[in-house]
């Protein structure tokens, strides 16, 4: 495999722009984990949701005040809130939470199953600042339903897409997660979305964490790996009337930049913070629980923030094993931190899968 020197180029002002930001680590991106509650049971789920889970739901004031701790130290337009879950739609006092932080400065936006998104949710939701929504669809009928272990789950969520088709006010987009099951179904898939009215689809392809670590057909092969990269360059390539990417996962060797619009770089502790349902102050929401870095209840997040994350922000601690003699290692630093397992071993390397 050989770099383009356009690539190559592009990879080492990336490279240079991931340290000066590590240096700095603005903090762009906050996920609040609301909730472990959900009314599915998904067969890739990170996290372990239940209807009943072991963690109680983070009170809103909680959240709220690290909210106003971070005023002082950031600017709200540029400190964009993710609230998920679990199912972020089960909390009945999501539309306050949002209020409080459209009033704040605060652009927010929620993930969800889209199972719970009538007409009149929504409404209340846009009424309450939300400035965007993401929507999975995991396949047509039969694969989504799979996926999600519940009958109406894709009839729901295609309802959720319908309304959103209509509003201008709140950016939207759906996310796709490919597994052997809907593997062969991409175009078809595609082609329902656009129908359905949407205009930018993110795809992932499903890492073993979780409960997705005993479901094999989740896996994709290398080859089928491959297939996709192919198929969302053709899509990007070919087709102006969806945006297709593939999500921020690892590095990609020579699929960088023609599969997403920009190269791989994992914002984990550098751009992106998470707080979770117990308190736990961490980068992104899909990284190991092990890789908390403190909690708003014994610890201020700031402090933590400015003071911690060394290990998200210094990726030496990685270049071991197959990192060790990798030629890519200068633009990959260890792939995506939420691709290591509780012992700090990588599970999966996205550029070997699909060079070697």
Not at 51 to 62: C, I, L, R, S
Not at 99 to 125: A, H, M, Q
Request: aromatic share 8%; hydrophobic share 35%.
């Amino acid at each position: 495999m050989a770099l383009t020197l356009r690539q190559r180029t592009g990879l080492e002002l990336q490279r240079s722009m991931r340290h000066t930001n590590a240096k700095l680590h603005p903090l762009r991106s906050l996920f609040w984990e609301c909730t472990l509650r959900c009314n599915m049971n998904c067969r890739h789920c990170g996290s372990d949701c239940t209807m009943v889970p072991g963690v109680k739901d983070m009170p809103a004031e909680d959240f709220l005040k690290v909210i106003d701790s971070l005023i002082p130290h950031v600017n709200p337009n540029e400190t964009f809130i993710i609230i998920t879950g679990g199912e972020a739609l089960l909390r009945t006092d999501l539309e306050s939470v949002g209020l409080e932080l459209y009033r704040k400065g605060f652009p927010w936006g929620i993930v969800s199953n889209g199972y719970l998104l009538d007409k009149t949710r929504l409404e209340s939701l846009i009424a309450s600042g939300m400035h965007s929504i993401t929507i999975s669809i995991d396949g047509l009928e039969e694969s989504h339903n799979w996926m999600r272990r519940t009958p109406q789950a894709f009839e729901k969520a295609m309802e959720a897409v319908r309304l959103l088709s209509a509003e201008r006010e709140i950016l939207w987009d759906v996310v796709t997660c490919v597994n052997q099951k809907n593997y062969t179904q991409l175009h078809d898939l595609k082609e329902m979305l656009i129908a359905a009215g949407v205009r930018h689809w993110r795809i992932f392809s499903v890492f073993a964490m979780g409960r997705a670590a005993g479901e094999s057909e989740l896996q994709l092969s290398n080859q089928q790996l491959k297939g996709l990269m192919d198929f969302i360059e053709d899509c990007r390539k070919h087709d102006s009337r969806i945006d297709v990417s593939y999500a921020c996962e690892g590095f990609l060797g020579d699929y960088e930049r023609k599969v997403r619009d920009h190269f791989f770089y994992c914002r984990s502790g550098i751009e992106v913070a998470s707080i979770r349902c117990d308190g736990a102050i961490s980068g992104c929401t899909s990284v190991r629980s092990e890789m908390s870095q403190g909690n708003i209840y014994t610890d201020d997040f700031w402090d933590v923030w400015q003071n911690r994350f060394q290990m998200m922000r210094d990726r030496t601690w990685a270049h071991k094993a197959q990192c060790a003699t990798c030629k890519m290692w200068r633009y990959c630093e260890g792939s995506g931190l939420h691709l290591y397992d509780d012992n700090g071993e990588l599970l999966t390397c996205h550029f070997n899968r699909l060079h070697n």
